[in-house]
C-alpha cells in the first residue's frame, strides 16, 4: 500500500527554479532507490534522476548540472531542486520508489504537471 504524492509543480519562466517534492507513506529506507521521471504526451517515460539507498545518485545528461535529487528520511520525502529551466523541461513529473523483493516492484505518484514558458 505505498504512497507517493508529489508537490511543486506549477508554471515558471525560463531560466527560473522550482523544487518538486515527494512524500512516500512509509520509510524511504525501504526502496532500494528512488527516482523521478518525466513524460510529455507520445514519448516514453524518461529517467530524470535516481538516488539510491547509499546516497549514489545519477542524472539524465540533458540536466546534469541543472537538477539535483535529495531526500529527507526524517521526513519520508525526496525533492527534486531544478534551476536554469527550460521550456524543453516541460513535462509530467513522476516520482518513482524501487523495491526488491525477488524482482523488481515500481511504485509511482500521481504526477505533477512541470510548465516552462519562453
Known amino acids: 500500500q505505498v504512497q507517493l504524492v508529489e508537490s511543486g509543480g506549477g508554471l515558471v519562466q525560463a531560466g527560473g527554479s522550482l523544487r518538486l517534492s515527494c512524500a512516500a507513506s512509509e520509510s524511504i529506507f525501504s526502496f532500494n532507490a528512488m527516482a523521478w521521471y518525466c513524460q510529455v504526451p507520445g514519448k516514453q517515460r524518461e529517467l530524470v534522476a535516481r538516488?539510491?539507498?547509499?546516497?549514489?545518485?545519477n542524472y539524465a545528461t540533458s540536466v546534469k548540472g541543472r537538477f539535483t535529487i535529495s531526500r529527507d528520511n526524517a521526513k519520508n520525502t525526496v525533492y527534486l531542486q531544478m534551476h536554469s529551466l527550460e521550456p524543453e523541461d516541460t513535462a509530467v513529473y513522476y516520482c518513482n520508489a524501487e523495491r526488491w523483493i525477488g524482482i523488481r516492484y515500481d511504485f509511482w505518484g500521481q504526477g505533477t504537471q512541470v510548465t516552462v514558458s519562453s
Open positions: 538516488i539510491t539507498g547509499g546516497g549514489i545518485t
